[in-house]
């Protein structure tokens, strides 16, 4: 008995810890990343269910746990399966671990059963470029299914005013150069230079708003990164305004885990910083994979 214990225990160190776990969901993305040389797209693996948890894959330790060599992925695009892609583990070792969640991707080799999807409006831009096509959302346990059924809409006066007060909050102040690059003066905007560049709607009629002051020529002739009040900024809005975070577009919404609700995951770019941010539990939980590139 004490033997075939021990075999058992020694059976369970060697099998790939999803096997054991019951297979859980892992969240990626299929993109084309940013700054490389070599185009084509790859799959990143961004995060996995850890009990009631996503965790990062964002170093290799939690990516040793969640990734084996041959895995199948759902592609997923506005509620919907796009069609299945296989991946292969190239494996990764670098001297400076702060490059593992900017470089570790799993390379495709399957033929693909869907088509790419154009990045309309050149949304989605990262620190190097604007990718041609955007990020698909791709999952290797669970279903495209949205619960909150997010879709457009459009913002009220009324509610764009309850959130001038939370933007000018978080947005702080904003400056220009109308003579001198390296002479800034403080922009006085009001509501009339707010601009709704996103609005969607869940069946609770919570909404998602982005944000932005309308650019002016002025506001990009100032030497260094402009100031955040530029950037653009997304809401959650119900009986009150969360402040989601600035440089944020949303990659899409699904029930990832199949726990009844529905997550969300943005693309996040920022001076010297990509990566992906997903909510849940609700929106109230959030999960970061983020990455800089010196």
């Given at each position: 008995m004490i033997r075939l214990i021990s075999s058992f225990l020694l059976f369970l160190?060697?099998?790939?810890?999803?096997?054991?776990?019951?297979?859980?969901?892992?969240?990626?993305?299929?993109?084309?990343?940013?700054?490389?040389?070599?185009?084509?797209?790859?799959?990143?693996?961004?995060?996995?269910?850890?009990?009631?948890?996503?965790?990062?894959l964002d170093n290799d330790q939690a990516g040793?746990?969640?990734?084996?060599?041959?895995?199948?992925?759902?592609?997923?695009?506005?509620?919907?399966?796009?069609?299945?892609?296989?991946?292969?583990?190239?494996?990764?070792?670098t001297e400076y671990p702060w490059t593992y969640s900017r470089d570790r991707v799993l390379n495709p080799i399957s033929s693909h059963s869907f088509s790419s999807v154009k990045n309309k409006g050149k949304r989605f831009h990262g620190w190097?470029?604007?990718?041609?096509?955007?990020?698909?959302?791709?999952?290797?346990?669970?279903?495209?299914i949205d619960p909150s059924k997010w879709t457009r809409s459009t913002l009220s006066m009324k509610n764009k005013e309850r959130l001038f007060g939370v933007f000018k909050k978080v947005a702080g102040r904003a400056f220009f150069c109308?003579?001198?690059?390296?002479?800034?003066?403080?922009?006085?905007?009001?509501?009339?230079?707010?601009?709704?560049?996103?609005?969607?709607?869940?069946?609770?009629?919570?909404?998602?708003?982005?944000?932005?002051l309308r650019p002016i020529k002025e506001s990009e002739t100032c030497d260094g990164p402009p100031d955040t009040a530029w950037d653009q900024h997304t809401f959650l809005l119900s009986e009150g305004a969360t402040y989601l975070g600035a440089g944020l577009e949303l990659v899409g919404s699904g029930d990832f885990d199949g726990d009844g609700q529905s997550?969300?995951?943005?693309?996040?770019?920022?001076?010297?910083?990509?990566?992906?941010?997903?909510?849940?539990?609700?929106?109230?939980?959030?999960?970061?994979y983020f990455w800089g590139y010196h």
């Open positions: 160190t060697l099998v790939p810890f999803r096997l054991v776990a019951g297979n859980p969901s892992v969240l990626g993305v299929l993109e084309t990343p940013q700054c490389k040389e070599q185009s084509g797209i790859r799959v990143r693996a961004l995060f996995a269910k850890s009990g009631k948890n996503w965790i990062s040793r746990r969640f990734l084996i060599t041959k895995m199948e992925w759902i592609v997923i695009y506005e509620g919907k399966k796009l069609g299945s892609i296989e991946t292969t583990d190239p494996g990764f070792s190097c470029s604007i990718p041609e096509d955007r990020p698909l959302i791709v999952l290797s346990e669970g279903s495209a109308p003579k001198d690059p390296e002479t800034s003066v403080p922009f006085q905007y009001t509501l009339k230079s707010i601009e709704v560049l996103d609005c969607l709607k869940d069946k609770d009629g919570r909404q998602l708003v982005t944000l932005r997550e969300l995951l943005f693309w996040h770019s920022g001076y010297n910083e990509d990566g992906y941010l997903l909510f849940s539990s609700g929106l109230i939980q959030k999960a970061k």
